[in-house]
C-alpha cells in the first residue's frame, strides 16, 4: 500500500465496498503516522481491515536483516524483500553541535535527518568503486519499497525524516517510474519538500531528459568522478554509452529547463583521479554550466582504491573555489559500519553469510585500468604540449 497515493487508496476503499474517504483514512495512517500494522489503523472498520487483507495489500513487507550504528547516530539497516533480495538504507542525523550530540542524543534536535534509500537490489551500472557494482545486478526496487524504506527509517529515527537521496544501491534513472512514483508519493504524501528529495545519476541521458520534462523542482546530482572520457570509461563504465560531451549537454539542457542548480558529484580516488591537474581539467569541463561540486572522500571497498590524503583534498577543493564555483567536501561519515553503497549487503544475507566473496581479481583489474587510463590521458596531454611548443619555435 506504501506505492499507492491517496487517489489510489480511495480506489481501494470503494473495490472493497467502503465509503472513499476511509482511502483518506488509510492514506493518514500510512503517510502521517506511519502505521504499519492494520490492527493498530482504529478507527477503520474490522471488516475493511480484513478486505484489505483478503485482497492482497499489506503496509509494509520490508524485514530487518541487520542494523549498525555510530556514535553520531549514522544507521546502515540491512532490509530483506520477500519480493527478492536485500536492500539497504543509511540514516544520517546532522547536528548543530555534533560534540554535545554524541554525549546527550535525546537532549538534541538535528538540524536536519537525512536518508539515503535504494532504487534497484544490486547495480549494471558497475562503477569500478562501488561495493554495489560488485554483487551485480538483481532487480529493480518498486516504488512502494522506495516508500517503506523512508518510513520504516522514519519510525527508528525519533526525529522526522527531512531529507531523501535517492543515491543508495542502484541507478534511479534506470528505475524511472517507480522511482518517480516514490518521489511524488514522498513530496505529496508524506510530506517532504521536493527541494529536500535528491535523484542521483550515473549519467543517464535518456533519464535526465525525461526528469528534465517533468520540471519538478527536486535536485539532480550527477556522478562524474573524471574530467576526461578515458579516465571516465575505466571508473564509470556507462560513460562509453553516454560520453562526457553528451552528458554535459544534457544537464545544460536539464538546467534550462528546471532552472534548478545540479550537484556534482567527485568520488576522490588517491593517484587517480585527485590531482590538481585534473581539478583544472574539471573547472574547464564545467564552465558554462550552472553547476556544485560536491567532493566525497572515497569510503575504501573491496574495490582496493584508496582514499585520498586529506591535503590532496583540500589542494582540489581549492582548484575549484578559485575558479568562483560553489564547491563542498562531504563530511566523512559511516566509515566503521559499511555505510558506503552496498557493503553491508556484501557482507550480510539473511543467514549472516557473505552475500558474495570478495573478488580480488576483477578489483585489481579496475584499480589497474583506472591507473592506466589516467597515465594515458597524462600522455596525451603531454605530447599535445610538445607539438604546441614545436609549432611555437
Known sequence: MLGLDSSELKEVARACGQPAYRGDQLARWLFGRFELALDKMTDLPRAFREQIEAAGYVPGELAFVADRQTPDGTRKVLFASPRRGTLEVVL????????????DPQGIRPERVTTCISTQIGCAVGCAFCATG????????AAGEMVEQVVRMQREAGHRISNVVFMG?????????DTLKAVRILNEEVGIGMRHLTISTAGIIPGIDRLAAERLQLTLAVSLHAPDDILRDALVPINRRYPLADLKAAMKRYVTRTSRRITIEYVLLAGVNDSTAQARDLVRYLEGLNAHVNLIPYNATDAQFEPSRPEAVEAFREVIERSGRAVSVRVERGRQIDAACGQLRRRLAEGGEAILEKDPARAREAVVAARQARSAEQGKALTGAKEHDGAGS
Open 92 to 103: 544520517m542525523p546532522h547536528w548543530p553541535d555534533p560534540e554535545a550530540a554524541r554525549s
Open 134 to 141: 560488485f554483487s551485480g545486478f538483481q532487480r529493480n526496487v
Open 169 to 177: 544501491m542502484g541507478e534511479p534513472l534506470l528505475n524511472y517510474n
